[in-house]
């Protein structure tokens, strides 16, 4: 759990980063550094661990962008639960993968966002082109998802609570494997 604490933390401090940012460079040019945090806390901390992080970065988000307390959490749930069914079964401890998914999570929590924001009353302004916003955030969560999933998984195995749950596509055609693997 000291991992999970850890990351709120370093995903608090990094939502405020990523708001200071917003005055600067226009809000569709930065990534979702909270899509980005749930995704890693699925990939690479154990089930309860991985649900507070994203309980908690959910509501961090919340509280900064003074959006209704749960609306991140719950727009987050899905890309979640996504990330956590891949890692059963498929090897995403590397970059692509991870951006991969990522650019996969990205318009699935976009859509939940919305859905979300008309439940609640509150029809979202996304600009001109909707989905040109879409796929520039997208393309900007997949750029951000490999150096935050690195930063989590060493996290993860400094507190000792990587996911012991996790299995991978074990290639042993190649001699080169373990050393291409990050953790081999």
């Not at 200071?20 to 980005?36: E, K, M, T």
């Not at 000792?160 to 990050?182: F, H, K, M, Y």
Request: with cysteine.
């Amino acid at each position: 759990m000291r991992a999970a604490v850890a990351l709120i933390g370093i995903g608090a401090v990094g939502l405020v980063v990523e708001g200071a940012l917003a005055s600067f460079v226009p809000a569709l040019l930065l990534p979702d550094l909270a899509l980005s945090f749930a995704m890693a806390a699925a990939l690479f901390l154990p089930g309860a661990a991985a649900l507070f992080s994203l309980a908690g970065v959910g509501f961090a988000s919340d509280l900064l962008a003074g959006a209704p307390l749960g609306l991140h959490v719950l727009s987050l749930l899905v890309p979640f639960a996504i990330a956590r069914i891949a890692n059963g079964s498929l090897e995403l401890r590397r970059g692509v993968p991870e951006a991969v998914l990522a650019a996969i999570l990205s318009p699935v929590q976009a859509a939940g966002f919305i859905l979300l924001l008309g439940l609640y009353g509150a029809p979202p302004e996304m600009g001109f082109w909707p989905g040109f916003a879409i796929v520039v955030r997208t393309v900007a969560n997949a750029a951000l998802a490999p150096p935050v999933c690195a930063l989590v998984e060493a996290l993860a195995a400094a507190t000792g609570e990587l996911d012991p749950t996790r299995r991978g596509v074990a290639w042993v055609g190649s001699a080169a494997w373990p050393a291409l693997r990050r953790h081999g």
